[in-house]
């Protein structure tokens, strides 16, 4: 399969690729690790006729720890997520998630900027950021923004970001340590996306949930954060009778399409069993 | 939309060509240079047959112009034997263990498994597994293929020893 003609650019700074975007509108796109991009522009699903490549520009990749936030450059790859101390050290769930995308070749590729950033609702960063409240940093001809992930999201591949903004990274607050976490996803082989995934973390102070955050992936047209059902958890001992309510509403919440992963009913019940695993697995792992 | 003009490092040799940015990196190795080890299988980067060293990482050449791969040092499996043409003890080992029937899916096994054990030099089965989850073999059913590899680490890491 072969894609469209384009122009190819590399530039070298943020301003520059953000020049070249505002200058070419609607036919160009920014490309970064292209593992939902290229295989797209093969189908000529996406037709574009200037490629913008992030590759070159420096300061886009690596891990900063500023203590109540981790910021995690938006070119930094799900494989460089796995191997880094820092997010292995304060945020784990971070690399629990992206050991789970894809496969060994694409996670040297796919980066967490561009899994966030292109809406598509079997990505399995998005819920995970949403769980995590960060925001992404976007930059603009206007300058700088920040815009949380939980109200990122509008549509299946329709996002807040303007069409001449790139997310340069992401910022993520610091757990609290000691904090418990899962991502649990359900998924028919290794490089599929979820039949239904959840992400839970929680914090637990004299055997009662201090903080919670739950949040869905492919069970809708967009991530779901789960506010009612990490509000059941919130204040109880997450006993069973409240992780029945925290289930039940996540399932609630749910919009699945009948694809090949299965009918909607199923998947919805699915998200609820991953719900329930997760919340059991952040509760044995938090402190 | 002209050429692009491309340099890159293949298999220890400085390339240069023009090239249409929308050229896929596996065509490039396949059509221009005539590297035809990295084999075109599902062409939607499920399978790893395309599978080469790009930069220290293992990518699927399918999935990649090669426009973004201008600059990079590329390896194949053409590269991977010795001068003179001695196989390297990982194509030994598939050898050896029955590591492949049909072949297809070899050159992209082996290059992944190249890398894999540069970065992790003594893995565990389960380790091997998920390490080259991204290639698709239809013949063998991974069983040899495992074996290959283990054993490869171990002859790797028995010459590192006696070199010690």
């Known amino acids: 399969m072969i894609p469209g003609s384009f122009e190819y650019h590399r530039p070298q700074t943020v301003d520059e690729a953000v020049g070249l975007l505002a200058q070419h509108g609607d036919d160009a796109r920014v490309v970064a690790g292209g593992h939902s991009l290229i295989p797209m522009m093969k189908l000529r699903m996406a037709v574009l006729d200037h490629l913008i490549d992030l590759q070159a520009i420096d300061g886009l990749s690596g891990v900063s720890d500023n203590g109540d936030s981790l910021v995690i450059g938006a070119m930094t790859t799900q494989n460089e997520l796995i191997a880094d101390p820092v997010l292995a050290a304060k945020c784990p769930i971070i690399a629990e998630t992206a050991l789970q995308i894809a496969d060994p070749q694409v996670r040297y590729c796919g980066t967490i900027g561009g899994n966030v950033a292109n809406g598509d609702p079997g990505n399995d960063m998005p819920a995970l950021m949403q769980a995590l409240d960060a925001a992404y940093v976007a930059q603009g001809p206007d300058g700088t923004r920040e815009i949380a992930a939980r109200s990122f999201y509008e549509a299946a591949y329709f996002t807040e970001l303007g069409e001449n903004e790139i997310i340069t990274a992401v910022r993520v607050p610091t757990p609290a340590a000691g904090h418990g976490y899962a991502y649990e996803k359900q998924k028919r082989k290794i490089g599929d996306y979820a039949t239904a995934a959840a992400a839970v973390l929680l914090t637990m102070s004299a055997g009662t949930c201090a903080w919670a955050a739950i949040a869905l992936t492919n069970v809708g047209d967009t991530p779901l954060y789960a506010e009612d059902a990490t509000a059941a958890l919130v204040g109880s001992s997450v006993d069973k009778a409240a992780v029945d309510r925290a289930v039940a509403l996540a399932e609630g919440l749910t919009n699945p399409a009948a694809d090949a992963r299965g009918p909607a009913d199923y998947r919805t019940k699915l998200a609820g069993i991953m719900v329930r695993r997760a919340i059991a697995r952040a509760l044995e792992r938090a402190a | ?164």
């Open chain 2, 1 to 164: 939309m002209g050429k692009h003009h491309v340099k890159m490092t293949v298999n220890g040799s400085a390339v240069e060509a023009l090239a249409e940015p929308r050229m896929l990196l596996i065509h490039f190795l396949r059509e221009q240079l005539n590297l035809t080890g990295p084999h075109i299988g599902c062409d939607t980067s499920h399978c790893g047959a395309c599978t080469v060293d790009l930069d220290g990482k293992s990518v699927k050449s399918c999935t990649l112009f090669v426009a973004q791969a201008d600059g990079a040092e590329i390896r194949t499996i053409e590269g991977m034997a010795g001068p003179g043409g001695s196989l390297h003890v990982l194509q030994e080992m598939f050898r050896e263990h029955h590591g492949l029937q049909c072949g297809f899916c070899t050159p992209g096994m082996i290059t992944r498994a190249y890398r894999l054990l540069q970065e992790n030099p003594d893995p565990s089965e389960e380790e091997i597994r998920f390490g080259i989850s991204g290639n698709l073999c239809r013949c063998t059913g991974y069983q040899n293929i495992v074996k290959a590899i283990r054993a490869a680490a171990d002859q790797i890491n028995a010459a590192k020893e006696a070199a010690e």
